[in-house]
């Protein structure tokens, strides 16, 4: 569908010094995918997506849509944006202030050069996608009296009128209020999904995009230092950038004593006492490796107390707080490693049994939650 | 009223006043309208009272009589000057407007070469006195000029085939001498606007044309429409052009006929220019209704947010070589003819067309006799001081009226009125009214240079407002309002807010004040005396004395002198410019 390969685009400043931008990023998105580039500000996320929308012109790379070459730096082809057939939710909206609903979402048919339609047919088609975003009420109502909300469905129904071959969006719900963003990112999906379109999503916020995505790219620094599904990003890290950056969890290092195959289970020495882990690539024998363990894969029981089914990682502990957040409680353990010193973990749990802040526990996980950070 | 649910309306919510405010003008609007009432005020009793008195010799008035009115209408050539100043004014608006939303367009929102470049040379063209702008396009356009004499070779023609000194003159020649202008302050609409209106059009399949067409131009369009009828003011009221090229041409307009009853009657006929200014007002008022009610829609203007907004221009491609070309002609039109013919005159003993003889008789001699007059001199000295003091008290001033009057504080719509007010009078008839009030003062005031800089400073108020104004009107609401909720006061949201957002286009508004101020002719020819003598009414002597060379080897010596002021302040400018970006 779309192939990106070897995109290098980097900023200058005023003064001369070179900037941020996107280093050297390959991928290719599968039809009717819902593809996210996510990560910190900076990473170059924005400026792969404005490169693929034809908005900045790359210095190295290849764009290919479909069967068509959009950019490709040595070849010397760059096709204008005009005729990228590209759709694109900007994240101010841009909604153009003098024109009313209507004429905003039918600017796209009005203006394209390669299909000529009638005014029915316009008048048609922007019903359609102001009906399929649930605006068709608003329909005549300058575009400057719409809610942001509703700014941003006519965007989205503006880039949807022509029927793009690829749908850009560019943090199209960070301008909205919690409640109507989590409203919003379920409709889009839906829509997104409904109408097959295939779809790059930028966002910075992870659970946006664990929640949205058929695949992520975690960017950082201009690169892509890790892509796949949204559980696979989540439970299975490659790196600790990616493993802090998407939802919280435990770090740990250890020495490895002898090579681990990749998909095994070896264990590492760390100053907490052996763990099991496991390595999604091999490894050789090194020291400073790490683990990661999502703080929902630990189970916390009073020291002492009956063992149920556990892990093969165990680790003691003292509670040093404990914060009640609903259906879910999250605790802060303090694990003794040899030397009598502290390291804290962060435990989230169902409300299970009454420990309290003070009291001795025991931590235990799996080996397979227990994630050595090497790339497979 | 129909619910709406979560509408949210730009336009609504204006701020709430104080109780105290409620209940008339705060102090602060009072001490402003009060200012403006002392310069403002004078000048328009006189011109009431001379286009309802008759005039004795001694310039008292003398006997009531609504006469002057009533010729009016019996004269033919009044009719006759208004039609002639309203093709005048629509033709050189238009021109001004073209070459102007061109080139800001160009400069603002493309990525063609060379574009930065242009910002410079119209600040320095604007430094060019528009009369001798006017007498360099008479070089070129007339009789003996280059262009006849080109198309006399090219068809055979033993006359000239080109008047200059007609309609279509007058219209080029004011046309492109206010081009730079036009387009100085229509950069900054085009700067503001946010590009991701521009990128969602791209990205809607629409080509650069239609962009600039559907988005762009109209985004632009109340910025435009308000210059629009500024430029048409500013023509209609204009003095320079029809004096050089219409009166020889006997194409008068309202002004040179107002000039004319004063200086080529005898004696003057005062009633008579009193009625036709008063005339002229009329007309100008009911486009300042107009331009009011157009700039009611002002939150259109507002595009400068806290959120999302990126400066960034569109890519031409290779068409980027077609606009950067297209600049370069209009450089040449605009600036590179007429500063080459002047330059070119002021090395000739006398001036007798461009011919190849002419290249062999180069005399530095103009020059000698320039660097030589004392007062000469004393006019540069002269018209620095004036400048630099119009434009220093003309800006600050606006900048406070204009912010009052754009956040609606009670009585601050007044002081936009009262700032405005002065683009009403005629430059020729305010210099008239101002000479008469400096002339009744009970103390030695007419001919000093600080009469020239007062009156100028009235006179300039309006272009500084304008400016001011469109700076603030570029601030959104909600940055001063985040400043407010921090808890500063209103003078301090003033100084920390306001001030640093409109710096740049205050600075722009310093300096354009000052070039105005200096190269005008018509304010201040009649209220100059032997020791206030400025550059602009200089030159204006020696074309009417038909020294051309003596004129151009001090024009030139004054636009190099101009050239260097103004690039110093562009370079400042620029850097200002960025580091706030």
């Given at each position: 569908?779309?192939?990106?390969?070897?995109?290098?685009?980097?900023?200058?400043?005023?003064?001369?010094?070179?900037?941020?931008?996107?280093?050297?990023?390959?991928?290719?998105?599968?039809?009717?995918?819902?593809?996210?580039?996510?990560?910190?500000?900076?990473?170059?996320?924005?400026?792969?997506?404005?490169?693929?929308?034809?908005?900045?012109?790359?210095?190295?790379?290849?764009?290919?849509?479909?069967?068509?070459?959009?950019?490709?730096?040595?070849?010397?082809?760059?096709?204008?944006?005009?005729?990228?057939?590209?759709?694109?939710?900007?994240?101010?909206?841009?909604?153009?202030?003098?024109?009313?609903?209507?004429?905003?979402?039918?600017?796209?048919?009005?203006?394209?050069?390669?299909?000529?339609?009638?005014?029915?047919?316009?008048?048609?088609?922007?019903?359609?996608?102001?009906?399929?975003?649930?605006?068709?009420?608003?329909?005549?109502?300058?575009?400057?009296?719409?809610?942001?909300?509703?700014?941003?469905?006519?965007?989205?129904?503006?880039?949807?009128?022509?029927?793009?071959?690829?749908?850009?969006?560019?943090?199209?719900?960070?301008?909205?209020?919690?409640?109507?963003?989590?409203?919003?990112?379920?409709?889009?999906?839906?829509?997104?999904?409904?109408?097959?379109?295939?779809?790059?999503?930028?966002?910075?916020?992870?659970?946006?995009?664990?929640?949205?995505?058929?695949?992520?790219?975690?960017?950082?620094?201009?690169?892509?230092?890790?892509?796949?599904?949204?559980?696979?990003?989540?439970?299975?890290?490659?790196?600790?950038?990616?493993?802090?950056?998407?939802?919280?969890?435990?770090?740990?290092?250890?020495?490895?004593?002898?090579?681990?195959?990749?998909?095994?289970?070896?264990?590492?020495?760390?100053?907490?006492?052996?763990?099991?882990?496991?390595?999604?690539?091999?490894?050789?024998?090194?020291?400073?490796?790490?683990?990661?363990?999502?703080?929902?894969?630990?189970?916390?029981?009073?020291?002492?107390?009956?063992?149920?089914?556990?892990?093969?990682?165990?680790?003691?502990?003292?509670?040093?707080?404990?914060?009640?957040?609903?259906?879910?409680?999250?605790?802060?353990?303090?694990?003794?490693?040899?030397?009598?010193?502290?390291?804290?973990?962060?435990?989230?749990?169902?409300?299970?049994?009454?420990?309290?802040?003070?009291?001795?526990?025991?931590?235990?996980?799996?080996?397979?939650?227990?994630?050595?950070?090497?790339?497979? | 009223?129909?619910?709406?649910?979560?509408?949210?309306?730009?336009?609504?919510?204006?701020?709430?006043?104080?109780?105290?405010?409620?209940?008339?003008?705060?102090?602060?609007?009072?001490?402003?309208?009060?200012?403006?009432?002392?310069?403002?005020?004078?000048?328009?009793?006189?011109?009431?009272?001379?286009?309802?008195?008759?005039?004795?010799?001694?310039?008292?008035?003398?006997?009531?009589?609504?006469?002057?009115?009533?010729?009016?209408?019996?004269?033919?050539?009044?009719?006759?000057?208004?039609?002639?100043?309203?093709?005048?004014?629509?033709?050189?608006?238009?021109?001004?407007?073209?070459?102007?939303?061109?080139?800001?367009?160009?400069?603002?929102?493309?990525?063609t070469p060379l574009r930065h470049y242009v910002f410079l040379i119209s600040i320095v063209s604007l430094g060019i006195p528009s009369v001798l702008?006017?007498?360099?396009?008479?070089?070129?356009?007339?009789?003996?000029?280059?262009?006849?004499?080109?198309?006399?070779?090219?068809?055979?023609?033993?006359?000239?085939?080109?008047?200059?000194?007609?309609?279509?003159?007058?219209?080029?020649?004011?046309?492109?001498?206010?081009?730079?202008?036009?387009?100085?302050?229509?950069?900054?609409?085009?700067?503001?606007?946010?590009?991701?209106?521009?990128?969602?059009?791209?990205?809607?399949?629409?080509?650069?044309?239609?962009?600039?067409?559907?988005?762009?131009?109209?985004?632009?369009?109340?910025?435009?429409?308000?210059?629009?009828?500024?430029?048409?003011?500013?023509?209609?009221?204009?003095?320079?052009?029809?004096?050089?090229?219409?009166?020889?041409?006997?194409?008068?307009?309202?002004?040179?006929?107002?000039?004319?009853?004063?200086?080529?009657?005898?004696?003057?006929?005062?009633?008579?220019?009193?009625?036709?200014?008063?005339?002229?007002?009329?007309?100008?008022?009911?486009?300042?209704?107009?331009?009011?009610?157009?700039?009611?829609?002002?939150?259109?203007?507002?595009?400068?947010?806290?959120?999302?907004?990126?400066?960034?221009?569109?890519?031409?491609?290779?068409?980027?070589?077609?606009?950067?070309?297209?600049?370069?002609?209009?450089?040449?039109?605009?600036?590179?003819?007429?500063?080459?013919?002047?330059?070119?005159?002021?090395?000739l003993p006398y001036y007798e067309g461009v011919t190849a003889k002419s290249f062999t008789q180069f005399t530095l001699a103009n020059y000698a006799?320039?660097?030589?007059?004392?007062?000469?001199?004393?006019?540069?000295?002269?018209?620095?001081?004036?400048?630099?003091?119009?434009?220093?008290?003309?800006?600050?001033?606006?900048?406070?009226?204009?912010?009052?009057?754009?956040?609606?504080?009670?009585?601050?719509?007044?002081?936009?009125?009262?700032?405005?007010?002065?683009?009403?009078?005629?430059?020729?008839?305010?210099?008239?009214?101002?000479?008469?009030?400096?002339?009744?003062?009970?103390?030695?005031?007419?001919?000093?240079?600080?009469?020239?800089?007062?009156?100028?400073?009235?006179?300039?108020?309006?272009?500084?407002?304008?400016?001011?104004?469109?700076?603030?009107?570029?601030?959104?609401?909600?940055?001063?309002?985040?400043?407010?909720?921090?808890?500063?006061?209103?003078?301090?949201?003033?100084?920390?807010?306001?001030?640093?957002?409109?710096?740049?286009?205050?600075?722009?508004?310093?300096?354009?004040?000052?070039?105005?101020?200096?190269?005008?002719?018509?304010?201040?020819?009649?209220?100059?005396?032997?020791?206030?003598?400025?550059?602009?009414?200089?030159?204006?002597?020696?074309?009417?004395?038909?020294?051309?060379?003596?004129?151009?080897?001090?024009?030139?010596?004054?636009?190099?002198?101009?050239?260097?002021?103004?690039?110093?302040?562009?370079?400042?400018?620029?850097?200002?410019?960025?580091?706030?970006?």
């Amino acid at each position: 569908m779309l192939s990106v390969s070897g995109l290098f685009k980097q900023y200058i400043s005023y003064d001369g010094t070179p900037g941020g931008g996107v280093f050297g990023a390959d991928f290719a998105l599968k039809e009717g995918e819902l593809f996210t580039l996510l990560g910190p500000s900076g990473c170059g996320k924005t400026t792969t997506l404005r490169a693929i929308a034809g908005l900045e012109t790359p210095q190295k790379g290849r764009i290919t849509l479909g069967s068509r070459d959009l950019f490709d730096s040595q070849a010397g082809i760059n096709v204008p944006m005009y005729d990228r057939d590209i759709g694109m939710v900007f994240q101010s909206y841009a909604i153009w202030p003098h024109m009313t609903v209507f004429e905003n979402a039918a600017y796209p048919l009005q203006v394209g050069r390669k299909n000529k339609y009638s005014s029915a047919e316009v008048a048609r088609k922007v019903k359609e996608a102001l009906d399929m975003v649930g605006l068709g009420a608003f329909i005549h109502r300058p575009s400057t009296q719409l809610s942001g909300g509703q700014q941003q469905r006519l965007a989205l129904a503006r880039a949807f009128t022509r029927e793009p071959h690829l749908l850009l969006l560019d943090e199209p719900l960070s301008n909205l209020d919690a409640q109507l963003r989590e409203h919003m990112r379920t409709e889009l999906k839906q829509l997104q999904k409904n109408t097959g379109v295939t779809a790059i999503y930028v966002t910075h916020d992870q659970s946006e995009a664990l929640a949205i995505s058929d695949r992520i790219a975690v960017m950082n620094e201009g690169k892509i230092v890790q892509l796949g599904a949204p559980k696979e990003i989540y439970n299975r890290p490659t790196s600790e950038f990616v493993a802090h950056f998407i939802g919280r969890t435990n770090l740990i290092h250890g020495d490895l004593a002898s090579s681990a195959a990749a998909g095994s289970t070896a264990t590492l020495a760390t100053p907490l006492g052996p763990l099991r882990c496991f390595f999604p690539g091999a490894a050789q024998a090194r020291s400073g490796i790490a683990v990661v363990v999502r703080p929902e894969h630990i189970r916390i029981r009073k020291a002492g107390a009956p063992v149920e089914a556990e892990g093969d990682n165990r680790l003691n502990g003292k509670l040093k707080a404990e914060t009640y957040l609903g259906e879910i409680v999250e605790y802060v353990v303090d694990a003794q490693d040899a030397s009598g010193g502290g390291k804290e973990f962060l435990v989230r749990t169902p409300f299970v049994q009454p420990i309290g802040p003070g009291d001795a526990v025991t931590l235990s996980f799996a080996s397979e939650r227990t994630i050595a950070l090497i790339e497979a | 009223m129909t619910t709406r649910p979560e509408v949210w309306d730009g336009s609504a919510a204006p701020m709430r006043m104080s109780v105290a405010r409620r209940f008339g003008v705060s102090p602060l609007v009072g001490i402003l309208i009060a200012v403006l009432l002392v310069f403002l005020v004078p000048p328009t009793i006189y011109l009431v009272q001379t286009s309802l008195f008759t005039t004795n010799f001694d310039g008292s008035f003398d006997q009531f009589t609504f006469r002057f009115y009533l010729e009016l209408f019996t004269n033919p050539r009044f009719f006759n000057n208004l039609v002639n100043a309203s093709i005048y004014a629509v033709g050189s608006a238009a021109v001004a407007l073209t070459l102007g939303v061109l080139q800001a367009w160009i400069v603002e929102r493309t990525n063609t070469p060379l574009r930065h470049y242009v910002f410079l040379i119209s600040i320095v063209s604007l430094g060019i006195p528009s009369v001798l702008y006017t007498v360099s396009f008479l070089l070129i356009l007339g009789k003996a000029g280059p262009l006849n004499l080109l198309l006399m070779e090219l068809t055979g023609s033993t006359t000239p085939l080109l008047n200059v000194y007609s309609m279509w003159g007058m219209v080029i020649i004011e046309g492109i001498d206010f081009a730079p202008l036009t387009f100085l302050l229509l950069s900054s609409v085009f700067r503001s606007n946010d590009a991701s209106f521009e990128e969602a059009s791209m990205m809607s399949g629409a080509g650069i044309a239609q962009t600039f067409r559907h988005i762009t131009l109209r985004l632009a369009t109340p910025g435009i429409m308000a210059l629009l009828i500024l430029i048409f003011i500013r023509a209609f009221e204009s003095f320079e052009t029809p004096a050089l090229v219409g009166r020889p041409g006997n194409v008068n307009v309202l002004t040179t006929e107002i000039y004319q009853s004063i200086q080529s009657t005898t004696p003057p006929n005062y009633g008579q220019a009193g009625a036709f200014s008063m005339a002229l007002m009329l007309i100008v008022i009911l486009l300042l209704v107009w331009y009011n009610r157009l700039s009611r829609h002002a939150e259109k203007y507002q595009t400068i947010t806290g959120k999302g907004f990126r400066p960034r221009v569109m890519d031409l491609g290779k068409w980027r070589f077609l606009t950067a070309g297209l600049l370069v002609l209009l450089f040449i039109i605009m600036i590179g003819l007429p500063v080459g013919i002047v330059v070119y005159a002021s090395f000739l003993p006398y001036y007798e067309g461009v011919t190849a003889k002419s290249f062999t008789q180069f005399t530095l001699a103009n020059y000698a006799q320039v660097f030589n007059s004392q007062s000469f001199k004393s006019s540069i000295g002269n018209t620095l001081i004036l400048g630099a003091a119009t434009a220093s008290l003309v800006c600050p001033f606006t900048a406070l009226c204009a912010w009052l009057a754009a956040r609606r504080h009670r009585g601050a719509w007044i002081l936009d009125q009262l700032a405005t007010m002065p683009l009403i009078f005629p430059a020729i008839v305010m210099g008239v009214a101002f000479l008469n009030v400096f002339l009744h003062m009970p103390f030695a005031f007419y001919g000093s240079l600080l009469s020239v800089i007062l009156a100028s400073m009235v006179r300039y108020l309006p272009y500084g407002m304008r400016y001011s104004y469109a700076g603030v009107l570029q601030v959104h609401r909600e940055l001063e309002e985040a400043s407010a909720l921090s808890g500063a006061r209103q003078a301090t949201t003033f100084l920390r807010v306001v001030v640093p957002l409109i710096t740049p286009a205050l600075i722009t508004c310093w300096l354009f004040v000052f070039l105005l101020s200096v190269k005008a002719v018509a304010a201040q020819i009649l209220l100059v005396g032997p020791k206030s003598q400025v550059i602009a009414v200089t030159l204006f002597d020696l074309w009417e004395n038909g020294q051309v060379t003596e004129l151009a080897a001090m024009g030139v010596t004054w636009m190099s002198l101009m050239t260097v002021v103004s690039t110093i302040f562009y370079l400042i400018a620029r850097r200002y410019g960025l580091s706030i970006r």
